[in-house]
T-cell receptor, first 113, second 114 residues
Framework: AQSVTQPDIHITVSEGASLELRCNYS??????LFWYVQSPGQGLQLLLK??????LVQGIKGFEAEFKRSQSSFNLRKPSVHWSDAAEYFC???????????FGKGTKLSVKP | NAGVTQTPKFQVLKTGQSMTLQCAQD?????MSWYRQDPGMGLRLIHY???????DQGEVPNGYNVSRSTTEDFPLRLLSAAPSQTSVYFC?????????????FGPGTRLTVL
């Protein structure tokens, strides 16, 4: 079955430190891949997406993600974290059927001052 | 454009009560869907629609009903609320069913069933 896995439930980083959030997918073929962010009490906002081509994609708020086919991974990175980045991050993939998304369980990011 | 709107923002129900969660979008999107979000579970698809008059079940459809009489609206009905339906519900829409289309999410409805 198609699935998206985010191995880390909760990550804490210091402000100004670099960040990497992990995402692995299990699909028969390379799906469309997405990263969303959810601030407390808010809806989901799209950070970036990967369809094909360049394996390094740039998103909003200084985030980027790298697609690695050999590792079935799509990890999210940011060189320097800001306190406002504290939120929950979801990796998602196109379910391949009627446009549905399959989400990982999310990674909660806390930022230490 | 208001995007995707959901009402109400918060709701408390008693077990056995019924209610309808409203979702509307003003982007003329064909595709609309409902997800529920539970702690540690991510978002799971309840029902979706690829156009007016067409709906289908997602991963967790039991206890929910949907209809799509217009392009703009996609209400979610809880027929007889149960405590297991306590969750945050998100409505989403996109221009089409291709995964290349960005999905836009509403702000969510937080539902508590006592």
């Amino acid at each position: 079955a198609q699935s998206v896995t985010q191995p880390d439930i909760h990550i804490t980083v210091s402000e100004g430190a670099s960040l990497e959030l992990r995402c692995n997918y299990s699909y028969g073929a390379t799906p469309y891949l997405f990263w969303y962010v959810q601030s407390p009490g808010q809806g989901l906002q799209l950070l970036l997406k990967y369809f094909s081509g360049d394996t390094l994609v740039q998103g909003i708020k200084g985030f980027e993600a790298e697609f690695k086919r050999s590792q079935s991974s799509f990890n999210l990175r940011k060189p320097s974290v800001h306190w406002s980045d504290a939120a929950e991050y979801f990796c998602a993939a196109d379910g391949g059927s009627q446009g549905n998304l399959i989400f990982g369980k999310g990674t909660k990011l806390s930022v230490k001052p | 454009n208001a995007g995707v709107t959901q009402t109400p923002k918060f709701q408390v129900l008693k077990t056995g009560q019924s209610m309808t969660l409203q979702c509307a979008q003003d982007m003329n999107h064909e595709y609309m869907s409902w997800y529920r979000q539970d702690p540690g579970m991510g978002l799971r698809l309840i029902h979706y629609s690829v156009g007016a008059g067409i709906t289908d079940q997602g991963e967790v459809p039991n206890g929910y009903n949907v209809s799509r009489s217009t392009t703009e609206d996609f209400p979610l009905r809880l027929l007889s609320a149960a405590p297991s339906q306590t969750s945050v519900y998100f409505c989403a829409s996109s221009a089409g069913t291709s995964g290349a289309n960005e999905q836009f999410f509403g702000p969510g409805t937080r539902l508590t069933v006592l």
